[in-house]
């Protein structure tokens, strides 16, 4: 029998529970390795970002190449927000995903009539007047010096209050953060809204012509991506107690790209989040021994997209239908699908 293309997705996936089981024990184990609890902050941020910035390039097909101002808009949002308006934790997170996403609604207005390089080359125009404005209004944003001492309020759900201060229990509330958003994207993606963004992906104008108002589709998806940026901005100027123009700049916009495709977020929804392990582990690891660490990952991103274009998940999609084949199983039909479930 065919698999009903219209069923509901599971809510929560086996690779779900695995992957969260697993990065519930990183705290426990972290130091031992080496490493340290604060590496595993900044994984699950960037892999937040990751998983919305691929709504753009792996599942719509539509290139941003200055997406890091949205990443910035929410991270001055929430500071701005403490510093002015009120030191509630909440009110300070919606105030990141509200502002970056009221920011991308407006730019998805100018750039959805657009496609292919003209599209790509507005998104680093865009990006570029965004940054350009963080560094000169020095009065909002504190300019290059950017916003200092932003704080890690609790979280205060009613029936009780959690310190975030310390980097441990910061970690568990932004695995929290990141189990919610992989639930609510899985659920996304494999809706009828993210079945259209896959037939706009594979082609616009056929996507017209059988009835799909295409332009609001990208105004949609464009701002609902910028919104996780913001809210993945957000946490970041919490983990980093403050919010600088630098993630606004062109050359960050361009490791959020690398992340993912070097992941294999267009054949996998997981493809992000291996692909920001695998940026951040190769900075602390490869640059312990050489401050030329962005000349090996650039390599190794140069080698994955001449040999491998989709990434390190569809290296391990190959693997799984080797082994599938020599186990005289059916081959792999799905892989978006197989790897998420």
Known sequence: MLPNPHA??????????VTLMFLATVPLWIERIGLYPYLGVEILIWSIYALGFNLLLGYTGLPSFGHGAFFGVGAYAFGLTQFNISTNLWICIVAAIVG??????????????????YYAFMTIAFGQVFWFIAVKAHKITGGEDGLLKIA????????????????????????????????????????????????????????????????????????????ISGFAGGLFAMAQ???????????????????TLIGGGLVSFWGPVVGAAAYLLTRDIV??????????????????VL???EGIAGIAIDLKAWWARRRGAAPVVDPVKETGG
């Open 241 to 259: 107690t403050s919010a600088f123009p630098d993630v606004m700049s062109l050359h960050h916009s361009g490791y959020i790209v690398m992340m």
């Open 307 to 309: 040999f491998k274009p």
């Open 8 to 17: 509901s997705p599971k809510l929560v996936t086996p690779a779900m529970i």
């Open 287 to 304: 640059g312990a021994y050489t401050t030329a660490w962005m000349f090996w990952f650039g390599m190794f991103f140069v080698l994955i």
């Open 100 to 117: 970056s996403m009221i920011v991308g609604a407006v730019v998805s207005l100018f750039i959805s009539h657009r496609r292919g390089i």
């Open 152 to 227: 890690r309020m609790p979280a205060d759900i009613g029936v009780a209050r959690f310190d975030l201060s310390s980097n441990t229990s910061f970690y568990y509330f932004v695995l929290a953060c990141f189990a919610v958003m992989i639930v609510a994207l899985w659920r996304l993606v494999n809706s009828p809204f993210g079945r259209t963004l896959q037939a706009i992906k594979q082609n616009e104008t056929r996507a017209t012509f059988v009835g799909y108002d295409v332009w609001r589709f990208k105004v949609a998806v464009f701002t609902l991506s910028a919104a």
